[in-house]
Each structure stands twice: as structure tokens, then as C-alpha cells.
């Protein structure tokens, strides 16, 4: 099973919107909606930003929206912040044999 | 409050195991799955594998089958990851997350993770 495909970096000013997208198969991004995206600063564990494709957790600013379209996955952050530099992982369930697969990873970078 | 929190750094010799602990408190282990997932220095995540205690399920991403084994001790709510036959490409940050299973639904997603242990396989 082949990582999920992310951009290796984007970037903005504060108070623009970035969009990270995160490619896969219909085996994973497009077969379920099961996509969740990581927030991980440098030196610490991830952070769990969306899940189920558009679900936000308790507690995450609602800057940040997932979508999905076919098999790419799509993590917008909008009114972008310092503290949203960071990198970003899209990770999908792909099905009972490979279970789940992370992507690639993206450098948010705040201009 | 939901921690899992895990055992200290190792170094180890190429060819030999590594075992880190995960401890989970609240109730992780009546209604959750625990995924490990690795991260070597520079680079991304990666899912070893999973353990549904409450139904004693273990399932292993391909690229790791007959290398690793998780466990779980339901009596002390502690959950394993033993990977063997160790490779200097092993050394990576091992982390343990809440998820990949939850009772009643679907929880195919990581909402609490452990701090991380660092294994640095040299010679």
C-alpha cells in the first residue's frame, strides 16, 4: 500500500486560506469516508484536526474544514494563524486488509 | 482526561528487538483500539498495526507482518509494540494512538496519542 499523496509544502499570509490536498485510490480516499487529518508541530505527537472527511474534534478552531471529492481528500485552513505552522497528514482507512495509510505529509508555512 | 503514556528511549543493536509500552488510562481499553504508528528522523507517519483489547483482534500493516508484535495486558489497561530483527531504518519516534476501532461506530481516525519513544538502532 503506497502513501497517500500530500504536496510537499504551501504556504500563505496570515488571514489567507491554504487548501492541502491529499491523493489516493478508490481503494482508500475514495472508498470510504474515513479521511482524517494531523497537525504536528515540531517535536510533538500529532494533533487530530478533522476526521470522518469533515468532522472537527472538540475544541479545533472551525478555520479548519475537510472535504473530498473522488480520491482527493482536501484540508482547508482558512483566517490562517502563526501557530497553524506546522505539517499536515492526511491518513485514510483502506479497507480490513491494509487498514489505514497516512500521507505523505505537507510544510504549512506561514509567510 | 485520556493519556497514554509511554516508555522511555532505547538504544538498541542492529539484529536485535525492541519492545515500548503504552499506557492508557480512562476507558481505552473497554472501547477502543490502539494503533502504533512510527516516524523515522525527516520523514512521515507510518501505521504498524493495531489491537482491539476488548476483542483480542491484532492486525499488522504488510509491510511489518512477522517483524512486529503488539500486545495488550488488560489488567493494567497496557498496550505493547515489540518489532524485531532491528535495522538501523528502524530508528524512528514509535508512538501509540487511541483509535483505528471504537465499540458502537466507526473510528477509523487517532483522537489521543502517546508522547512518543525514541528507538536508535546502532552499532
Known amino acids: 500500500q503506497s502513501a497517500l499523496t500530500q504536496p510537499r509544502s504551501v504556504s500563505g499570509s496570515p488571514g489567507q486560506s491554504v487548501t492541502i490536498s491529499c491523493t489516493g485510490t478508490?481503494?482508500?480516499?475514495?472508498?470510504?469516508?474515513?479521511v482524517s487529518w494531523y497537525q504536528q508541530h515540531p517535536g510533538k505527537a500529532p494533533k487530530l484536526m478533522i476526521y470522518?472527511?469533515?468532522k472537527r474534534p472538540s475544541g479545533v478552531p472551525d478555520r479548519f474544514s475537510g472535504s473530498k471529492s473522488g480520491n482527493t481528500a482536501s484540508l482547508t485552513i482558512s483566517g490562517l494563524q502563526a501557530e497553524d505552522e506546522a505539517d499536515y497528514y492526511c491518513?485514510?482507512?483502506?479497507?480490513?486488509?491494509?487498514?489505514?495509510?497516512f500521507g505523505t505529509g505537507t510544510k504549512v508555512t506561514v509567510l | 482526561q485520556v493519556q497514554l503514556v509511554q516508555s522511555g528511549a532505547e538504544v538498541k543493536k542492529p539484529g536485535s528487538s525492541v519492545q515500548v509500552s503504552c499506557k492508557a488510562s480512562?476507558?481505552?481499553?473497554?472501547?477502543?483500539?490502539i494503533s502504533w504508528v512510527r516516524q523515522a528522523p525527516g520523514q512521515g507517519l507510518e501505521w504498524m498495526g493495531r489491537?482491539?483489547?476488548?476483542?483480542?483482534?491484532?492486525n499488522y500493516a504488510q509491510k511489518f507482518q512477522g517483524r512486529v508484535t503488539i500486545t495488550a495486558d488488560k489488567s493494567t489497561g497496557t498496550a505493547y509494540m515489540e518489532l524485531s530483527s532491528l535495522r538501523s531504518e528502524d530508528t524512528a519516534v514509535y508512538y501509540c494512538?487511541?483509535?483505528?476501532?471504537?465499540?458502537?461506530?466507526?473510528?477509523?481516525?487517532?483522537?489521543?496519542w502517546g508522547q512518543g519513544t525514541l528507538v536508535t538502532v546502532s552499532s
Open positions: 494512538a487511541r483509535g483505528g476501532y471504537c465499540s458502537g461506530g466507526s473510528c477509523y481516525h487517532f483522537d489521543y
Open positions: 489491537i482491539i483489547p476488548i476483542r483480542d483482534i491484532v
Open positions: 480512562g476507558d481505552t481499553f473497554s472501547s477502543y483500539g
Open positions: 470522518d472527511v469533515t
Open positions: 478508490s481503494s482508500d480516499v475514495g472508498g470510504y469516508n474515513y
Open positions: 491518513c485514510s482507512y483502506a479497507g480490513t486488509y491494509t487498514l489505514e495509510v
